[in-house]
């Protein structure tokens, strides 16, 4: 079992920028993906971006140069930097954890990730 805990969230202007953290409570040994989604209220939730072990990075196409997911090792910690924040932004962020690579074919589909942390809300205001 592995526990996830999101910080990070908050309320910011339009422009704005954001860091989301997600702790893990053990080190992730051998292969696996990390991944941030996000649910607004009525949508499903979606991949927003993901990273692997290899140091392999994908992102989904609507936050691709706003956003940088990235790893420390070290500390157990995986961070979603969010820049140049839009209104359609705002859902309850995610991270996710499965024992397997990232893959561009499925690495965005919800039911593949095992572990998932309780959320963060962020909301961008106009």
């Known amino acids: 079992q592995v526990q996830l805990v999101e910080s990070g969230g908050g309320s910011v202007q339009a422009g704005g920028s954001l860091r989301l953290s997600c702790a893990a409570a053990r080190a992730t040994y051998g292969t696996y993906c990390l991944a941030w989604f996000r649910q607004a209220p009525g949508d499903e939730r979606e991949g927003v971006a993901a990273?692997?072990?290899?140091?392999?990075?994908i992102y989904a196409d609507s936050v691709r140069g706003r956003f940088t997911i990235s790893q420390d090792n070290a500390a157990n910690t995986l961070y979603l930097e969010m820049n140049s924040l839009k209104p359609e932004d705002t859902a309850m962020y995610y991270c996710a954890l499965r024992g397997y690579a990232c893959s561009s074919f499925s690495w965005s589909a919800r039911r593949n990730y095992a572990y998932w942390g309780q959320g963060t809300q962020v909301t961008v205001s106009s």
């Open positions: 990273i692997d072990n290899y140091g392999r990075r």
